[in-house]
């Protein structure tokens, strides 16, 4: 299998993960656990699986010196201002408000591209990222339930696009860093300089948890969001971006919801309507054209 199509199978896995998370970690948090305690339990675990992990694999060639402050950088964007910014700001606003403005994310990573790395935008990448985001919020606001407007939530609203122009900034300047190191000794250093961030943050909400309370399928959950929803996640993300632009991982995001509607219809909480064809049909449109490898002339 070519590294291409196993990048793009790991940004499949990974838009799987992330859409069955908003079923399964639903009950968590705020009831057993502050946001910032949740993220302080990911990001810790996260950290200690992928020193774990990396003591199985083969010793790779050492971060130069050089590259330390862009690893920060990440782990500030990538890890603590991207979880931390997510959790806050959907505590004070709507799931289906912080779903379409996700759908920003994957503009601001080709604008981020071009003023950082001075990245070409493809009118192939750009006309991929247009389709498949007025898909994706096509099918979101399907339910008619978002409220960008409402007063209350607008704080909320402020925090996850911030969160999405985070994560973007971090699918950027991560990238160099994928050409030149391996991917797990990359991610490894980035989750360790978030945790810098995170355990200021998260270590009150942590401490004031109440264990006893907890029952077999909470911890479950919690077990699913530090493994897959971190661990396995964003060591995929980062194994994509050594083969596939930072534009073309970004889109995956559209098939979050997508799948997430898929599952809803395999758990019988949901029916299949015209609506959800429509927008799967212009999703993957634009995740193609987005991902297609455009020939140099």
Same mark, same amino acid.
């Given at each position: ?8 199978? +790991? ?15 639903? $009950? ?17 675990? +996260?950290?200690?699986? /992928?020193? !774990?992990?990396?003591?199985?694999? *083969? ?7 050089? $590259?330390?402050? #862009? ?5 500030? /964007? ?30 601001? =990573? ?9 990245? #070409? ?24 339930? !978002? ?27 991560? *990238? ?11 991610? *490894? ?5 978030? %945790? ?6 998260? =270590? ?19 077990? /699913? ?9 964003? %060591? ?33 909480? $949901? ?18 054209? !987005? +991902?297609?490898?455009?020939? *140099?002339?």
């Amino acid at each position: 299998m070519s590294p291409r199509l196993l990048a793009h199978l +790991a940004l499949l896995i990974v838009a799987l993960i992330y859409s069955a998370n908003y079923v399964i970690a639903k $009950d968590v948090m705020p009831e057993y656990i502050g946001p910032r305690g949740f993220i302080f339990i990911r990001v810790v675990g +996260a950290t200690l699986l /992928f020193f !774990a992990f990396s003591t199985f694999t *083969k010793g790779s060639k050492r971060i130069e010196r050089k $590259d330390w402050f #862009r690893i920060l950088l990440c782990g500030f /964007f990538g890890v603590a201002g991207n979880q931390l910014l997510f959790f806050e700001g959907l505590n004070l606003t709507t799931p289906i408000n912080a779903a379409v403005i996700m759908t920003s994310n994957p503009v601001l =990573v080709l604008v981020m591209g071009a003023l950082l790395l001075r990245e #070409r935008l493809k009118p192939l990448k750009i006309l991929g990222v247009i389709i498949g985001g007025g898909g994706a919020l096509y099918l979101i606001l399907g339910s008619g339930e !978002a409220n960008l407007l409402e007063p209350t939530a607008s704080l909320g609203n402020l925090l996850i696009f911030i969160n999405a122009s985070s994560y973007a900034v971090y699918l950027v300047i991560v *990238k160099p860093l994928m050409a030149k190191y391996d991917a797990l000794l990359v991610i *490894k250093w980035v989750f360790f300089s978030g %945790l810098l961030f995170v355990v200021p943050a998260g =270590v009150g909400q942590f401490s004031e948890i109440d264990w006893s309370s907890w029952t077999p399928g909470i911890f479950a959950s919690v077990g /699913f969001v530090v493994v897959f929803t971190t661990f396995i996640a964003y %060591l995929f993300n980062v194994f994509a971006l050594k083969t596939l632009s930072s534009a073309t991982v970004s889109t995956y995001i559209y098939l979050q919801p997508l799948f997430t509607t898929l599952l809803s219809l395999f758990l019988a909480r $949901d029916v299949l309507t015209l609506r959800a064809v429509v927008a799967a049909a212009l999703i993957f449109t634009g995740v193609y054209l !987005a +991902a297609r490898k455009q020939q *140099k002339k």
